[in-house]
Every structure is written in structure tokens, then in C-alpha cells.
């Protein structure tokens, strides 16, 4: 697997290497070792495996705020996303800025988001599989969100009418994040 630090400090993209020959392929998804060679090893409490049905669906911007900030290894394995994550770290010199990826089941990448910022992901087609390990648990006390289309962060997306939950319709904007929170700590 080849691991490349992208323009955000700490976010980590992983291009997979699949073996192949006449039945399929073979591929390793995670490899301690080549994970600690590049300071990158964690120790995942959670694997979380979701579903999206239809084209256009957003999932995020989710946060959770300290103690419970994750660090998270997402990759898809069926369909295609448009991956997206937001700065939110105390004293980052990238703060509050954006970045996104294509992750899809036949390109191979995944993506290693540290702590301290905003995850979410848009489907590109339907019934999209996205798999993510995370290094610290779910608490739903902790959880928080910035709402997909705030003009600050002027994000993107691939999409002009996504299909949102009732949560995500409510999240912050990145003004009222600041108010709030400030930044958070990784």
C-alpha cells in the first residue's frame, strides 16, 4: 500500500494494492507494521460499516468533541463517495479549511482523517458501502455536526439537493462552531 500525506497536515491517503490473477484479487486493507512505519498506527476500537440507498445522500459533517474525538480510516467498498473533512484542531495552521476525495470500490483508496476535524461523505450513486475503523468510541453525548452547505466553508459537493437525515438538517454552521466550541483539541 502506498500512504501520502495530503494538504491538510495529518489526513493520510491510502491507495490499496491489489494482487490479482484469474479468480479475482487478493488485497491487504490494514497492515500494523506499515501503519507504524508511518506513525500512523492507532489502536481501532470500532469498525462501522453503513449503507446509503440513493444517489446524492450527505452522512456529516460529524465531530465528536473531547474526550471521544476519533481518528478515522474510511474506505468504500461498494458504489463511490465524495469524501469530505474540515480542519477544526486548536492551533492548526489549516484550520477551518476543506478537503475532499473520491473514495470508490475500484480505485482503492482510503482515507485516514486524524482527530479534530469534521467527516462526512456524499454518495455518487446508489447503494454505497462505506466502511470506517475509528480509535475511540461512539458517544452520543459528545457527537456534533456542521451543516453541509455553510457559505464560509463553501464546500464542493458534487451534488445541489442532497437527501439528509433530520440530525444532519440541524448541524452547526462553522460560525456558530466557533461561538461555540472555538476549536477542538486532538
Avoid at 484479487?25 to 476500537?45: C, G, H, I, P
Avoid at 468504500?76 to 484550520?95: A, E, M, N, Y
Avoid at 485516514?112 to 475503523?133: D, M, Q, S, W
Amino acid at each position: 500500500m502506498d500512504i501520502v500525506e495530503r494538504k491538510l497536515s495529518g489526513v493520510y491517503e491510502i491507495t490499496l494494492k491489489p494482487h490479482r490473477d484469474s479468480r479475482g484479487y487478493f488485497m491487504r486493507t490494514y497492515d500494523k507494521n506499515q501503519f507504524a512505519a508511518a506513525s500512523l498506527d492507532k489502536e481501532w476500537v470500532q469498525e462501522n460499516h453503513s449503507l446509503s440507498l440513493k444517489k446524492g445522500i450527505i452522512r456529516g459533517l460529524h465531530f465528536q468533541l473531547p474526550p471521544f474525538s476519533e481518528t478515522k480510516l474510511v474506505r468504500c467498498t461498494r458504489g463511490r463517495i465524495q469524501d469530505v473533512f474540515v480542519d477544526l484542531r486548536s492551533g492548526s495552521k489549516t484550520f477551518g479549511q476543506w478537503e475532499s476525495i473520491e473514495l470508490a470500490e475500484d480505485n482503492y483508496k482510503m482515507i485516514l482523517i486524524p482527530r479534530g476535524f469534521a467527516h462526512g461523505f456524499c454518495t455518487l450513486e446508489e447503494n454505497c458501502e462505506v466502511l470506517y475503523k475509528v480509535d475511540n468510541y461512539y458517544s452520543p453525548q459528545h457527537e456534533n455536526g456542521l451543516i453541509w452547505n455553510d457559505p464560509e466553508l463553501s464546500i464542493n459537493w458534487l451534488i445541489t439537493d442532497p437527501v439528509l437525515s433530520e440530525k444532519d438538517q440541524r448541524n452547526l454552521t462553522f460560525k456558530e462552531f466557533t461561538i461555540k466550541y472555538k476549536m477542538l483539541k486532538a
